[in-house]
């Protein structure tokens, strides 16, 4: 069989899996299909990049289109945590230039990690009635947005990475959200980010559609399923697996700093 057919086959399958994953608990995946495809395709790391970034903007259309259905959406609390994150990407990209982030990675990714085994060691009170959903944001409630936005964003664009795993976590942690309606509409966020850098990513050239269609129908297949799936999992279970997801991009942004 041809090499280019077998080799997007497993790209496929493998890009099911994490966009089911990545789907369900709110970070879409890109954060663990960058790596795969640099490390195990080959893939030159922008052309990773650009493939992933285009593939979760259909991904993040179709969760966004199927959740709404169902009511879990916080579409006010996306686009005001979203725009703090924005500032903080610039931010972070700029600090970059002036620190140096020997020694930050590794706390950062230890950071993570704990974050991650939290959701195993002490089980969050999901039953608290949403936090912003039908109210007016208070003063207090703005200060928390445009703070952790801004953290979220500025980590993203200091050490280069994807921020979107960290939105679910803020949502839960900091402003008591239901779980499900955190993880949606950490979907719906992805949804911005990624249609903004997909369109960066394309005047630069580092989409090609012959390396970008395999991510691409796998992702859409793992949105599919993991909106379908979403539903029937409790909100103690889908909670633990947000931590096992938190655990896993830790240990991925480990090797990624000492590779």
Known sequence: MDPYVVTSILIILIGFTVSSFGNLIGFGGGIFMVPILVTI???????????????L???????TVRLRKRGHIDFKMGVMLEIPTIAGVVLGSVLLAYLS???LEILFSVFVFILGLSFWLKRPKTGAAPASRGRLINLDRW?????????AGTLAGLFGIGGGFL?????LKVFKMPVKVATATALFMILITSLTGSVSHF????????????????????????????????????????????ILAALVMFANFYR
């Open 41 to 55: 395709f080959h893939y030159p790391l922008a052309l990773a990049v650009g493939s992933v970034m285009s593939a």
């Open 57 to 63: 903007v259909f991904s993040s259309v179709i969760a």
């Open 101 to 103: 982030t020997a020694g």
């Open 143 to 151: 200060k928390l947005i445009l703070f952790f936005g801004l953290f």
């Open 167 to 171: 939105k679910t976590p803020i949502m």
């Open 203 to 246: 005047m630069q050239g580092h989409i090609q559609l012959s390396m970008a269609w395999p991510v691409v129908a796998g992702f859409v297949g793992g949105a599919i399923a993991g909106s379908r799936l979403t539903p029937s999992i409790h909100d103690d279970v889908l909670e633990r697996l947000i931590g096992l997801g938190l």
